[in-house]
């Protein structure tokens, strides 16, 4: 009897922990859009789960991890996730492992007090290769992560973390 009550028990948690996890993810990013977070059928989310689990570990906040709109950004591009942190937000996307970005290639250009990025190398880019934003962003590949940081302090904090 106490085995099929524990047995029961663990099943209702199973699925709903889920539920759970989506729940404390939205009251921290305060975001009642549940379909924005990253969950377990996302190609992504083994990976993405794991960054998420060493910058825990070395003393950063996740928040949470949302969808990116960079999915797909690059050709065989597994996913990619839009991180919450204590110390800031940023992008992450994801190839299959043990591909890695080490073949990428950044050109930044400034125009007007604008600056444009655009990508070349392995793994290939779609045609739409052009990033612009008002302010300087960072990149920085880690394993088979490459990341989009748009606050110089955050990436200087991430290569710390990650390139020790």
């Given at each position: 009897?106490?085995?099929?009550?524990?047995?029961?028990?663990?099943?209702?948690?199973?699925?709903?922990?889920?539920?759970?996890?989506?729940?404390?993810?939205?009251?921290?990013?305060?975001?009642?859009?549940?379909?924005?977070?990253l969950q377990a059928g996302d190609p992504a989310y083994v990976d993405a789960m794991e960054l998420a689990?060493?910058?825990?570990?070395?003393?950063?906040?996740?928040?949470?991890?949302?969808?990116?709109?960079?999915?797909?950004?690059?050709?065989?591009?597994?996913?990619?996730?839009?991180?919450?942190?204590?110390?800031?937000?940023?992008?992450?996307?994801?190839?299959?492992?043990?591909?890695?970005?080490?073949?990428?290639?950044?050109?930044?250009?400034?125009?007007?007090?604008?600056?444009?990025?655009?990508?070349?190398?392995?793994?290939?880019?779609?045609?739409?290769?052009?990033?612009?934003?008002?302010?300087?962003?960072?990149?920085?590949?880690?394993?088979?992560?490459?990341?989009?940081?748009?606050?110089?302090?955050?990436?200087?904090?991430l290569e710390e973390v990650l390139n020790p």
């Amino acid at each position: 009897m106490i085995l099929a009550l524990n047995v029961a028990i663990g099943v209702a948690l199973l699925f709903a922990t889920p539920q759970l996890v989506l729940q404390d993810q939205a009251a921290k990013c305060n975001s009642p859009d549940r379909l924005a977070f990253l969950q377990a059928g996302d190609p992504a989310y083994v990976d993405a789960m794991e960054l998420a689990q060493i910058l825990r570990s070395r003393g950063f906040t996740v928040k949470c991890v949302l969808r990116s709109t960079m999915e797909g950004a690059f050709e065989g591009l597994e996913g990619a996730a839009l991180y919450r942190t204590d110390r800031g937000d940023f992008e992450a996307l994801f190839l299959p492992k043990p591909q890695t970005f080490a073949g990428m290639i950044v050109i930044e250009e400034q125009q007007n007090g604008r600056y444009t990025y655009s990508f070349h190398g392995t793994p290939r880019p779609w045609p739409a290769n052009r990033v612009d934003s008002p302010r300087p962003i960072s990149f920085l590949w880690h394993a088979n992560h490459f990341l989009v940081i748009r606050d110089d302090q955050l990436r200087v904090k991430l290569e710390e973390v990650l390139n020790p």
